[in-house]
């Protein structure tokens, strides 16, 4: 109750600095959204005028800065829009380029299909098992486009194409996200906090604070799922000055995780591999 009536003083707030200012807010225009795991909240939310009072309309979903955010942040809606867009552009591939090679396939698939894939996936990135395969399944679709490969298997395709698994891209974009982060990169007043482990020796000098979470929407979220990987890097791998470095240093502490080309695989020496494995409920 507390948190719904804050909310509402701060929306009267931003209609008195709208009125003070000559700027009339579109009523039509303005939603609200709950992020909650219960099924039905008791919350209703207003913007007063004079002699009006018009009630903001409650909306289960809603798309900011391209990505499509739900009441439990679980992303299912926005994983299968993003889906549905890459399968669309490997439809315009196919019936435009019949014959294509594995040069040419390459700029295609990384100019056209993987950025609908990619694009702010530290946010929405999966971890049930059944969105990460069908996130997969896309790549895996996109490179028989490549007749010469069509008979090898979808690990060999990938070898001779020099490309990795949607997952493995995923960990590893995790990583440089958390650099750049601990390096202060972005601006401290909006990216994410970071707790810090100051009591642990072990591990590299930027070891973080690890926390437990009961629903799968916080155990998930970027700050959390990021923290057992990112502690079992050495410092020759953290302690750089620059992302290329860094880059370079976390490609050749990882050259031969399994989970580059099968996808099904885990990454090991994290301390734990059941985090981007949990079964679909």
């Not at 507390?2 to 008195?16: A, G, M, W």
């Not at 990384?110 to 999966?126: D, F, G, I, M, T």
């Not at 990583?175 to 982060?181: A, D, G, R, S």
């Amino acid at each position: 109750m507390e948190d719904s009536q804050c909310l509402q003083r701060v929306i009267d707030k931003v209609k008195q600095w709208c009125d003070e200012w000559l700027l009339p807010l579109n009523v039509s225009k303005c939603n609200v959204m709950s992020f909650t795991s219960k099924v039905n909240l008791d919350t209703s939310y207003c913007i007063r005028n004079k002699d009006s009072r018009h009630i903001i309309q409650k909306v289960d979903s809603i798309k900011d800065l391209g990505i499509l955010f739900d009441t439990r942040l679980n992303f299912k809606d926005h994983i299968q829009e993003k889906i549905n867009k890459a399968y669309n552009m490997i439809g315009l591939l196919k019936r435009n380029f019949i014959h294509v090679d594995c040069y040419t396939f390459i700029l295609l698939y990384k100019a056209l299909v993987r950025p609908h894939l990619e694009y702010a996936n530290s946010v929405w990135s999966p971890y049930k098992k059944c969105d990460i395969e069908q996130v997969e399944k896309i790549q895996r679709r996109a490179t028989k486009l490549v007749i010469s490969l069509r008979k090898f298997p979808y690990k060999e395709r990938l070898l001779r194409l020099n490309l990795y698994t949607l997952k493995y891209r995923r960990l590893r974009g995790d990583m440089i996200e958390v650099f750049k982060l601990v390096n202060n990169v972005y601006d401290n007043r909006v990216a994410p906090s970071l707790s810090y482990n100051m009591y642990v020796t072990r591990g590299n000098k930027f070891k973080l604070q690890n926390q437990s979470f009961n629903h799968n929407y916080r155990k998930f979220f970027f700050s959390a799922r990021i923290v057992n990987m990112w502690n079992s890097l050495p410092n020759y791998v953290v302690d750089v000055q620059s992302i290329d470095v860094f880059r370079v240093h976390l490609d050749q502490l990882w050259a031969q995780q399994e989970v580059m080309f099968d996808w099904t695989a885990d990454l090991t020496g994290t301390g734990d591999r059941s985090e981007y494995t949990v079964e679909s409920n």
